[in-house]
């Protein structure tokens, strides 16, 4: 269950923000997501070096 303790007087608007950000951060979403349908273990490794390959070449582009 998610908290969100609220100083008083603040706004409702910054409560849902520090709500979304919280929810987002449970990774609830994400999970449900990747449940949807079933990634065979080939596709989920490829997808894997193929982000990886794409973080190396950022950080190359960088130096």
């Known amino acids: 269950?998610?908290?969100?303790?609220?100083?008083?007087g603040e706004n409702i608007e910054?409560?849902?923000k520090k709500f979304k950000r919280k929810f987002e951060?449970?990774?609830?979403?994400?999970e449900l997501r990747s449940?949807?349908?079933f990634a065979k273990p080939s596709v989920e490794k490829r997808?894997?070096?193929?982000?990886?390959?794409y973080v190396q070449k950022l950080?190359?582009?960088?130096e």
């Open 25 to 30: 951060k449970t990774g609830i979403v994400k």
């Open 14 to 16: 910054r409560a849902l």
């Open 35 to 37: 449940r949807q349908a």
């Open 47 to 53: 997808k894997q070096r193929m982000h990886a390959v």
């Open 1 to 8: 269950m998610i908290i969100v303790p609220l100083k008083e």
């Open 59 to 62: 950080q190359q582009n960088e």
